[in-house]
């Protein structure tokens, strides 16, 4: 049985190549020659929350979504897209979660991190509580 923040991760990650968007479980390597835009999966952490009767959890997921200087819109609209995941109840295999847009968001920013490059970048945190 899988835990309850790895099903969470393969089904946001399913989700989001659903929605046909080239995604990662990491921020690809240039040898592995990649085209923006793309998403990758990334932290993510799990706080236990004790009850009478059983043991619930609030996960948070960390997004983020890599476009060139010329693809805001693209990026903005994926990221749009990819925040609604918080925004329903589901069920996996083992685990019932509940999206909490309250406590999800995103930002765009402008990324220079790369030599000579401007990369249009979302970073998207989604909440979920185990139920």
């Known amino acids: 049985m899988k835990s309850p923040q790895q099903e969470l991760y393969d089904y946001v990650f399913l989700e989001s190549l659903n929605k046909r968007y080239?995604?990662?479980d990491h921020l690809p390597m240039?040898?592995?020659n990649v085209d923006y835009p793309f998403v990758t999966l990334?932290?993510?952490n799990l706080v236990p929350i004790p009850n009478k009767t059983s043991i619930g959890a609030e996960i948070n997921l960390t997004i983020n979504v890599w476009g060139n200087?010329?693809?805001r819109?693209?990026?903005d609209t994926m990221a749009s897209s990819l925040l609604m995941i918080a925004?329903?109840?589901f069920k996996t295999t083992?685990?019932?979660y509940?999206?909490?847009m309250s406590g999800s968001d995103y930002q765009i920013i402008q990324d220079t991190s790369v030599p000579d490059t401007v990369l249009n970048h979302a970073i998207i945190n989604l909440k979920f509580s185990l139920i």
């Open 22 to 24: 080239d995604t990662y």
């Open 73 to 75: 819109l693209v990026v």
């Open 98 to 100: 509940r999206g909490r």
């Open 87 to 89: 925004s329903s109840s």
């Open 69 to 71: 200087q010329d693809q």
């Open 30 to 32: 240039a040898s592995e």
């Open 42 to 44: 990334e932290n993510m």
């Open 94 to 96: 083992d685990y019932r």
